[in-house]
């Protein structure tokens, strides 16, 4: 997820789009640039970091014109650099573009393009966009664009513009979003609402595989097949600081209603079409080695540490491989019975995490390779692992992990197939029959958003509690340590995640009239025995909330209430399941009257041990 704006117009443009990207760079702010036109003369300025590098390079190398594009980066090809900082040029100098997205079939692009003598100076898939521009050019430059769109697969926000039509701005999207801001004598492209709400409300929203066309009095819509379309006007009622957030209250539930958006994004490129084949191109390990792995140490902290307990389950059920999984600040004091061939896995939102990384570089100490699931690239764990496979969440502000704990599910999901494929653990038929349910995972969570007014009844209910417990079996009992933590950590409320079966080792003697229970039942093999443990709870005045498949009617004869969730594999179930518990923890601290992005004590990234 990165940052775009566009002007055309008689305002300073260097002020319009560096200050529109200010208001985007929770968007991404590893790098970022701009391209104005001035004279027929193209001008590129970028500047690794955060914006304010940019700032301090303009102040030194102004540009003028009366026409830019804009972009704050969050990288997904290619590390945080000048070089691939955008925005990109081709050969001749004569195109300049921004690109928010994936080029799926980059790899592809370059290498036919480079064939033809085009030369690259970056890693980014967006390169390849500009110099295949510049490959198709025929003095048209929207045909032109119409052709490009043909081109490419996979997703994208792009906005282009040319010193052969020095006025004019094209912007197409696929399933990145892009807006249009309407003025007087002016018109203005953006990836998100708040870039522009300054100096308009007037907007068109571009639906997938359209594209507009700017220039100072007029804006043209089309379809990327280059069929006319009309746009109705959408007025932006929100106030500044709401749009930042695209309405909402707080970045946390924006956050978790990304988060469709944010799994498929991280299946893109890594699932095929025909739903038969993983294919994760970043492993770099070296050919039979997956056959070699003989156990797997996943290393992480928090919600990190959550995933893991699922990519547990998930690696050993699927490839077959005995997996451990480390707190980051316990592994490295211990002495992990290791061999030559095992595989140490860390998991990092941020790349940054202080006790992972010394875990990372422990295990390397240690000679194992090592695999990071970052959501960041060019990140201290990116840098130092063997291999690296990247989510695709964008950026997260709210300190309370949401969508980054979902994409990280969905890359262990995808890695365990990678393994069961590799050692022959899985047939033809349930490769297609999984990767079909996480293909269809998107639409799930869609769905399952749609439970936020039930949620949000039962937070505002029971918001006065000083404790609540979740209980759960096998994956069930994994979604509800990370339930429970999202609650104590922005409501404040004391929760405990206990595994069903123990509540009579001991857990039942907390249990008393009227303490809520969250209990999870989505595991079909252990379903009976969930139904028992809920039993229990109940016989002793527990209020329990159970979650539970859409069609079961039996759970509702034991609980006090029920989540119904969109059918998916038990397998799959986490990510189905925890939305709810985000949605309840989310709520909860709301009407608690907590600071819900920025819990007490604690930090997004922590970054000391």
């Given at each position: 997820m990165c940052g775009i704006v566009g002007y055309v117009g008689p305002r300073n443009v260097?002020?319009?789009?560096?200050?529109?990207?200010?208001?985007?760079?929770?968007?991404?702010?590893?790098?970022?640039?701009i391209a104005t036109i001035d004279d027929k003369q193209l001008h590129v300025v970028k500047a690794v970091g955060r914006l304010s590098a940019l700032e301090e390079r303009l102040s030194t190398e102004p540009v003028q014109g009366s026409i830019g594009i804009g972009h704050t980066r969050w990288a997904t090809?290619?590390?945080p650099s000048d070089e691939n900082a955008h925005p990109h040029q081709d050969?001749?100098?004569?195109?300049?573009?921004?690109?928010?997205?994936?080029?799926e079939n980059y790899l592809a692009l370059r290498e036919e393009l480079t064939a033809k003598g085009h030369q690259f100076k970056s890693e980014t898939d967006t390169?390849?966009?500009?110099?295949?521009?510049?490959?198709?050019y025929n003095g048209d430059f929207i045909q032109t664009m119409v052709q490009v769109g043909k081109r490419l697969h996979g997703a994208y926000a792009l906005v282009a513009i040319t010193k052969d039509a020095p006025g004019t701005i094209i912007a197409m999207r696929k399933s990145s979003p892009l807006i249009v801001g309407l003025g007087?004598?002016?018109?203005?492209?953006?990836?998100d609402i708040p870039a522009i709400l300054e100096y308009t409300r007037d907007i068109y929203v571009l639906e997938d595989g359209e594209m507009a066309v700017l220039d100072t009095s007029h804006v043209t819509c089309f379809t990327i097949d280059g069929e006319p379309v009309q746009k109705e006007v959408y007025k932006v009622t929100w106030d500044a600081v709401a749009a930042e957030r695209g309405g909402y209250d707080h970045f946390m539930l924006k956050e978790i209603h990304e988060q469709p958006k944010a799994i498929r994004d991280t299946l893109i490129g890594r699932v095929s079409e025909d739903l038969k084949l993983v294919t994760l191109t970043e492993l770099k390990w070296p050919a039979g080695y997956a056959e070699?792995?003989?156990?797997?140490?996943?290393?992480?902290?928090?919600?990190?540490w959550h995933a893991g307990l699922v990519g547990k389950a998930v690696l050993e059920e699927l490839a077959g491989i005995p997996v451990e999984v480390d707190i980051a600040s316990e592994y490295r004091y211990r002495e992990p019975i290791q061999t030559d061939n095992t595989l140490v896995v860390v998991i990092s939102q941020s790349g940054e995490t202080a006790d992972t990384l010394a875990a990372l570089r422990e295990a390397k100490r240690r000679g194992r390779r090592v695999l990071a699931i970052t959501n960041v690239v060019g990140s201290s764990a990116a840098r130092e692992a063997d291999d690296v496979l990247v989510t695709q969440a964008g950026p997260e502000i709210a300190v309370a992990s949401t969508k980054a704990y979902t994409t990280q599910l969905v890359v262990l999901y995808l890695l365990a197939l990678h393994f069961a494929v590799a050692r022959n653990r899985i047939s033809v038929d349930d490769l297609h029959?999984?990767?079909?349910?996480?293909?269809?995972?998107?639409?799930?969570?869609?769905?399952?958003?749609?439970?936020?007014?039930?949620?949000e009844k039962f937070a505002q209910d029971w918001a006065h509690v000083n404790d609540t417990f979740f209980i759960g079996r096998g994956l069930d009992f994994a979604v509800a340590l990370e339930g429970s933590l999202k609650l104590k950590e922005i409501s404040y409320i004391h929760a405990e995640a206990y595994a069903a079966g123990e509540l009579k080792h001991g857990t039942l003697a907390l249990i008393t009239e009227g303490v809520p229970v969250i209990a999870l039942a989505t595991q079909t093999a252990l379903y009976d025995k969930t139904i028992s443990n809920i039993k229990e709870v109940t016989a002793r005045g527990a209020f329990v909330m159970g979650m539970t498949w859409a069609g079961d009617e039996d759970l509702q004869k034991s609980v006090d209430q029920v989540i119904y969730l969109p059918q998916t594999l038990p397998l799959l179930a986490p990510l189905a399941a925890v939305i709810p518990?985000?949605?309840?923890?989310?709520?909860?601290?709301?009407?608690?009257?907590?600071?819900?992005?920025?819990?007490?004590?604690?930090?997004?990234?922590?970054?000391?041990?």
């Open positions: 260097s002020e319009v789009v560096v200050g529109g990207l200010r208001k985007l760079e929770y968007r991404g702010y590893d790098s970022s640039g090809h290619g590390r050969c001749s100098g004569r195109f300049a573009i921004v690109h928010n997205g994936i080029v390169e390849v966009v500009v110099h295949l521009i510049e490959e198709l007087q004598g002016e018109n203005f492209v953006a990836s070699q792995v003989d156990r797997i140490h996943v290393v992480a902290c928090g919600t990190a029959a999984v990767l079909k349910g996480i293909d269809g995972l998107p639409q799930v969570a869609d769905q399952v958003l749609d439970t936020a007014p039930q949620i518990l985000q949605l309840l923890a989310y709520y909860a601290a709301v009407a608690r009257g907590s600071d819900v992005d920025k819990p007490r004590n604690l930090a997004k990234s922590v970054t000391v041990e």
